[in-house]
T-cell receptor
Framework: KQEVTQIPAALSVPEGENLVLNCSFTDSAIYNLQWFRQDPGKGLTSLLLIQSSQREQTSGRLNASLDKSSGRSTLYIAASQPGDSATYLCAVKEYGNKLVFGAGTILRVKS | NAGVTQTPKFRVLKTGQSMTLLCAQDMNHEYMYWYRQDPGMGLRLIHY???????AKGEVPDGYNVSRLKKQNFLLGLESAAPSQTSVYFC?????????????FGNGTRLTVT
């Protein structure tokens, strides 16, 4: 059974820091990996989607990498801002088209 | 630009009561999903639909029923609510189930069963 783990569970950093969020998965038979952002009381917003054949995707200050063979992905946030404070979730789309989510990392960027 | 709309936003039920959660999307998406989110856990799939008139079970379907009578609407029903169903429920949709098709989520329904 696919399991997705996100470390750390919570992270607090001062504004301006570069930071890395980690996501690991147990079964490398995946189609893609997605990173989502969730604001309090809101739904999830898709940030980046990396196909299994890709190594990374970038959007603005966000860069996500994927190492399928080792079952790892990282989300890099450059020059963090208070507006980046949210919960970040990763999810893998496994064969059979199901999305399996991690529990998320709660990020707080202090001004 | 409504996207995915869920109603209601909040609800409190007593054990044994029933209710229906409504999800509506205006993006002409074929695929729709119901998830629940519990503290410390990732989202878990309850039921999903690959098109109008079709539904299928997800990871945690027990105690829930769904219907997709119209393409734009996906209903989640609780026939006899239990405290274990206290959760935040999210509806999502996607254009197709292709591997480059991201999910679009509603803002959730917070349900408390006492």
């Amino acid at each position: 059974k696919q399991e997705v783990t996100q470390i750390p569970a919570a992270l607090s950093v001062p504004e301006g820091e570069n930071l890395v969020l980690n996501c690991s998965f147990t079964d490398s038979a995946i189609y893609n990996l997605q990173w989502f952002r969730q604001d309090p009381g809101k739904g999830l917003t898709s940030l980046l989607l990396i196909q299994s054949s890709q190594r990374e995707q970038t959007s603005g200050r966000l860069n996500a990498s994927l190492d399928k063979s080792s079952g790892r992905s990282t989300l890099y946030i450059a020059a963090s801002q208070p507006g980046d404070s949210a919960t970040y979730l990763c999810a893998v789309k496994e064969y059979g088209n199901k999305l399996v989510f991690g529990a998320g990392t709660i990020l707080r960027v202090k001004s | 630009n409504a996207g995915v709309t869920q109603t209601p936003k909040f609800r409190v039920l007593k054990t044994g009561q029933s209710m229906t959660l409504l999800c509506a999307q205006d993006m002409n998406h074929e695929y729709m999903y119901w998830y629940r989110q519990d503290p410390g856990m990732g989202l878990r799939l309850i039921h999903y639909s690959v098109g109008e008139g079709t539904t299928a079970k997800g990871e945690v379907p027990d105690g829930y029923n769904v219907s997709r009578l119209k393409k734009q609407n996906f209903l989640l029903g609780l026939e006899s609510a239990a405290p274990s169903q206290t959760s935040v429920y999210f509806c999502a949709s996607s254009y197709w189930q292709g591997h480059d098709s991201p999910l679009h989520f509603g803002n959730g329904t917070r349900l408390t069963v006492t």
